[in-house]
């Protein structure tokens, strides 16, 4: 029986991926477009990694060069900037996750564990009105396979009883390392090989 679901954040609560996209685009509008487009591609394709390895991928895979730990927070502030206040409107909520979230916060111990800084993650969660429907809210620097770890040594959750639902396959490798069952959400990439939902009905789930 499942009694514990840890969600990931973006793109399963909040459709914050456009917005984020286009901050990238304008956190690096100064370099060649070919290289943005890169770095595009790769936050695209890595929806569960946080902005600060997203950061150091783009100057030091995409320009091969490199850049302090305090230039990654100059530019992961920057970033913020650009996002924060935007994703506080409720306009980004999917409303099929919200549902089943406050039909059921008390049916199951629900958790947030987030690629998104963690800061403006607690931020815009209390702007949504969010926080209380979540035993606890987390997310980076930390990577997120440490955060499931934390939340399942110290809340003593058994690991047959605990799933992750996520949109990218970063969210799988983190629930993988945790031992705990993946469920796929929003991104049809991950239909095939894995658990799936496609609507918040959970039947099935418990």
């Known amino acids: 029986m499942i009694k514990n679901i840890i969600f990931d954040f973006d793109g399963v609560i909040l459709d914050s ?7 990238f685009k304008k956190l690096f509008a100064s370099f060649d477009n070919s290289s943005v487009d890169k770095l595009i591609a790769y936050h695209l394709q890595n929806g569960g990694k946080s902005r600060y390895l997203k950061i150091e991928y783009f100057f030091k895979e995409v320009l091969n060069k490199h850049i ?3 230039e990654i927070l100059e530019y992961a502030d920057k970033y913020s900037s650009l996002t924060k206040e935007e994703l506080s409107k409720s306009k980004y909520l999917i409303k099929d996750t919200v549902s089943f979230i406050q039909k059921n916060f008390q049916n199951y ?10 800061k403006d993650l607690k931020y815009i969660c209390e702007s949504l009105d969010l926080n209380r429907y979540f035993l606890s809210v987390h997310g980076s620097p930390i990577p997120k396979d440490d955060l499931i770890k934390d939340i399942l040594v110290n809340n003593k959750y058994l690991t047959e009883e605990t799933i992750l639902i996520g949109d990218s396959i970063n969210d799988f490798t983190a629930a993988e390392k945790n031992h705990i069952v993946f469920y796929g959400y929003n991104n049809t990439l991950l239909k095939e090989d894995h658990n799936y939902i496609d609507h918040f009905d959970f039947i099935g789930l418990v």
């Open 17 to 23: 991926v456009p917005v984020k996209t286009e901050a």
């Open 109 to 118: 111990n629900l958790h947030v564990a987030s690629g998104a800084d963690e």
């Open 68 to 70: 302090s730990e305090n």
